[in-house]
C-alpha cells in the first residue's frame, strides 16, 4: 500500500474517531442531565430504557474506538492493511468496508466457517 493510501485511511480512521469520541462526551452530558422529576412511573420507565438503549450503543462504540486506535497504530507501525493470521494483504475493497479489519476475507471467512461449525 502507498503512501497517499495509508495517509487517506490515516484521516478516515481519524475523523471516525473524533466522531464517536464527541458522541461519547455528548452522552456524559446527558447521563448527568436530571432532566426533572418523573411523577408517572411509566415515563420514569421509558427514560432509563432510552438511557439503557443509548449506554448499549455507547459500549458498542468503545468497542469500535479501540479498534480505531489499534488500525491507526497499525499505520504509524507499518502493519496496516496485512492480515494477522496468513500475512496477505487485505484487499482495499475490504479495508474501504471495513478499515479497522485485521484479517483477509479469506482468513474471516475461514474464522466465521469455525464459529458456525462450533456453535458459536
Same mark, same amino acid.
Given at each position: ?41 411509566? !415515563?420514569?420507565?421509558? #427514560? +432509563?430504557?432510552?438511557?439503557?438503549? %443509548? /449506554?448499549? $450503543?455507547?459500549?458498542?462504540? @468503545? ?27 487485505? !484487499?482495499?475493497?475490504? #479495508? +474501504?468496508?471495513?478499515?479497522?479489519? %485485521? /484479517?483477509? $476475507?479469506?482468513?474471516?471467512? @475461514? ?10
Amino acid at each position: 500500500m502507498d503512501q497517499a493510501e495509508l495517509d487517506r485511511f490515516k484521516k478516515l480512521l481519524g475523523g471516525q474517531l473524533k466522531a464517536l469520541l464527541g458522541q461519547a462526551d455528548a452522552t456524559v452530558l446527558d447521563m448527568t442531565d436530571t432532566g426533572g422529576t418523573f411523577p408517572d412511573p411509566t !415515563d420514569r420507565a421509558s #427514560l +432509563e430504557s432510552d438511557r439503557n438503549f %443509548t /449506554l448499549r $450503543i455507547r459500549d458498542r462504540e @468503545r468497542r469500535l474506538i479501540s479498534k480505531i486506535q489499534e488500525a491507526l497504530e497499525r499505520i504509524e507501525d507499518g502493519e496496516f492493511g496485512i492480515c494477522e493470521n496468513c500475512g496477505a494483504e487485505i !484487499d482495499s475493497k475490504r #479495508l +474501504e468496508a471495513r478499515p479497522v479489519t %485485521t /484479517l483477509c $476475507i479469506e482468513c474471516k471467512t @475461514r474464522e466465521e466457517s469455525q464459529e458456525k461449525s462450533r456453535g458459536g
